[in-house]
């Protein structure tokens, strides 16, 4: 079985910082696009961040230069440091991860995604 499961999210101050992990198992992520979704209370779904199995990357224009996707050196961990966080920043993020092929070798953030984690609470308050 293919599963994800990501972690490291948590209350923190505007301005603070964040590190979200996303964990994959039954599979390695060298050969998928991985994507962090995000999801406030009343909004619907938006992305936030890809890295394709070329490493390549992508961000939504609201994170640019606060956030960073990377990969680990395991190969079965993706990483997204946020920093420099705002209250619009509050919510649910998702990792998903997108199967090797065509599509995965440069990440888009309105990609059909099929693997998805449980979520990981994100809340920026003071």
């Known amino acids: 079985q293919l599963q994800l499961v990501e972690s490291g999210g948590g209350l923190v101050q505007p301005g603070g910082s964040l590190r979200l992990s996303c964990a994959a198992s039954?599979?390695?992520?060298?050969?998928?696009?991985i994507g962090w979704f995000r999801q406030a209370p009343g909004k619907e779904r938006e992305g936030v961040s890809c890295i394709g199995s070329s490493d390549d990357t992508n961000y939504a224009d609201s994170v640019k230069g606060r956030f960073t996707i990377s990969r680990g050196n395991a190969k079965n961990t993706v990483y997204l440091q946020m920093n420099s966080l705002k209250p619009e920043d509050t919510a649910v993020y998702y990792c998903?991860?997108?199967?090797?092929?065509?599509?995965?070798?440069?990440?888009?953030?309105?990609?059909?995604?099929?693997?998805w984690g449980q979520g990981t609470q994100v809340t920026v308050s003071s």
């Open positions: 039954g599979f390695t992520l060298n050969y998928y696009a």
């Open positions: 998903a991860a997108l199967p090797d092929g065509i599509a995965a070798i440069f990440c888009g953030l309105d990609d059909e995604y099929k693997y």
